[in-house]
């Protein structure tokens, strides 16, 4: 427990603000737009949980690739050193520049990278064409509609100018595709050399770039094995 002393003096508190949005109160537009605006970071967590789970290569690549598009966006911030909308009116932000905004140039990274990984990365494996390509349709507007709630919510809520989200989101895409052919062409033929390293094969880490639908693939090799394991158990309780 606190001591006395330590109550008659407290210290002056300061939140994360890596996860604190501000919003008008009382709106309840504002308040969406602000759990919108906080999706960035839940891509970052599920990143994280996906490298942790999945230790496949092209994960691992496509998160340095955000990171890196990160990097990028610090560097041009503290270049062009344009101020955010309304004097900087928020409490808590990482800098107090807004050219070009962090959120948008995140957000359409990953939008442009995972259209180019759906259109051209997968393929096709067997006869259902037309849900498949459905699926990924209806992805992609998703994906879509989640790149633009996140960019307003920016504008919105006073954090960034039009032109501050504008840019950022041009940043993005050109990161994105700029990223997506580097990793397709450059490290992709390197990665069963990157996979068969002693320490790679320590850490479990993986190659799947040969297979062209890992869902459908993961699914029949799993399939496959519950069927032979439940046939040997049934076996041996005969």
């Known amino acids: 427990m606190a001591s006395e002393e ?6 002056r508190w300061r939140s994360i603000s890596l996860t604190h949005v501000e919003y008008p109160a009382g709106d309840l537009t504002g308040q969406v737009l602000a759990c919108m605006s906080l999706l960035p970071i839940a891509i970052l967590v599920g990143f994280v949980t996906l490298i942790v789970f999945k230790r496949e290569l ?10 890196m598009n990160e990097g990028l966006n610090w560097l041009l911030k ?18 107090e520049y807004g050219m070009p ?4 140039q995140f957000i359409w990274f990953f939008v442009v990278y995972f259209f180019l990984f759906l259109y051209l990365r997968m393929h096709q494996t067997n006869n259902a064409r037309c849900v498949e390509l459905l699926w990924r349709h209806i992805l992609s507007i ?24 504008i840019y950022g989101g041009v940043a993005g895409m050109v990161m994105g595709v700029v990223w997506f052919f580097i990793t397709q062409e450059l490290l992709t033929p390197l990665f069963p050399k990157i996979a068969a390293w002693p320490i790679s094969e320590f850490f479990l880490v993986r190659d799947t770039s ?8 993961e699914y029949t090799v799993t399939r496959s094995e519950a069927r032979n394991r439940q046939r040997k158990l049934g076996t041996k309780l005969q």
Do not use: M
């Open 6 to 11: 330590q109550c008659s003096a407290p210290p």
């Open 58 to 67: 092209h994960t691992i690549s496509f998160f340095g690739g955000l990171i």
């Open 78 to 95: 503290h270049i062009l050193q344009e101020p955010r909308p309304c004097g900087g009116g928020h409490s808590s932000v990482t800098t």
């Open 101 to 104: 905004s962090s959120h948008s």
């Open 142 to 165: 998703v994906l879509l509609a989640v790149a633009l709630s996140v960019s307003y919510s920016r504008v919105y809520l006073l954090y960034h100018t039009w032109s501050q989200v």
């Open 210 to 217: 040969l297979i062209p639908n890992i869902l459908w693939f």
